[in-house]
């Protein structure tokens, strides 16, 4: 589970999942991740975050957590692509 907090309005996606959150409400997207040593394949996430032109604010923060509510902080490996996007 992917887990946005945001006060702008966000789309995650995340394989083949999609979800939206509107209005600082924030999302979660259910997905599967594999472990690349398994099947040598990575998994890509993007987050898009919405400036509307009276938001005070511009951010966000993920969590990833696995079936059981465990956070996966110290797990997971985040590569940014060259341009800096994901």
């Given at each position: ?8 309005d966000?789309?995650?996606?995340a ?20 472990a ?10 993007m ?5 509307r ?9 993920a ?6 509510g ?9 590569k940014?692509?060259p341009?800096?996007?994901?």
């Amino acid at each position: 589970m992917i887990a946005i907090a945001s006060p702008n309005d966000v789309q995650v996606y995340a394989g083949t999942s999609k979800s939206v959150g509107l209005n600082g409400q924030g999302t979660t997207v259910l997905t599967s991740l594999p472990a690349y040593r398994n099947g040598r394949s990575l998994t890509r996430i993007m987050i898009k975050v919405f400036q509307r032109p009276g938001d005070a604010q511009f951010g966000f923060s993920a969590n990833v957590n696995d079936a059981d509510g465990n956070k996966l902080d110290d797990v997971l490996v985040i590569k940014l692509g060259p341009e800096g996007s994901i």
